[in-house]
Nanobody, 112 residues
Framework: VQLVESGGGLVQPGGSLRLSCAAS????????MSWYRRAPGKERELVAD????????YYADSVKGRFTISRDNAKNTVYLQMNNLKPEDTAVYYC??????WGQGTQVTVSS
C-alpha cells in the first residue's frame, strides 16, 4: 500500500493550492479517504474526508467553504482543493485510508 501526496508549496494569503494523493496497492474505490494536517506545535487534525463513491463529504469548521475534497476512482487519486488560504492553514498535509495507512505528507506554507 502506498500513498503519495503532492501539490504543496508556498502561497500568499488568499491564494489557492490543489493537493493530490495518488494511491496504489489496494482497492482504492473501496476505501473512504481523508485529509489531515499537522501545524507546527499543534496536534494533527482531520481536515476533510470523502466516502468511497464521493457521495458524502465532511469538513472541519475551520476549512468549510474554502476547501473541497474530491476523488477520481479511475485514477486512484483523492484531491484537496484549497482556496482563500490563510496563514493558519500552514501545515503538513497528509492523506489517509480508512484502514489507517498514511502518506508521507506535503508541506503547505501560507505567507506573504
Amino acid at each position: 500500500v502506498q500513498l503519495v501526496e503532492s501539490g504543496g508549496g508556498l502561497v500568499q494569503p488568499g491564494g489557492s493550492l490543489r493537493l493530490s494523493c495518488a494511491a496504489s496497492g489496494f482497492t482504492f474505490s473501496r476505501s473512504s479517504m481523508s485529509w489531515y494536517r499537522r501545524a507546527p506545535g499543534k496536534e494533527r487534525e482531520l481536515v476533510a474526508d470523502i466516502t468511497t463513491a464521493g457521495g458524502s463529504t465532511y469538513y472541519a469548521d475551520s476549512v468549510k467553504g474554502r476547501f473541497t475534497i474530491s476523488r477520481d476512482n479511475a485514477k486512484n487519486t483523492v484531491y484537496l482543493q484549497m482556496n482563500n488560504l490563510k496563514p493558519e492553514d500552514t501545515a503538513v498535509y497528509y492523506c489517509k485510508t480508512v484502514f489507517g495507512k498514511w502518506g508521507q505528507g506535503t508541506q503547505v506554507t501560507v505567507s506573504s
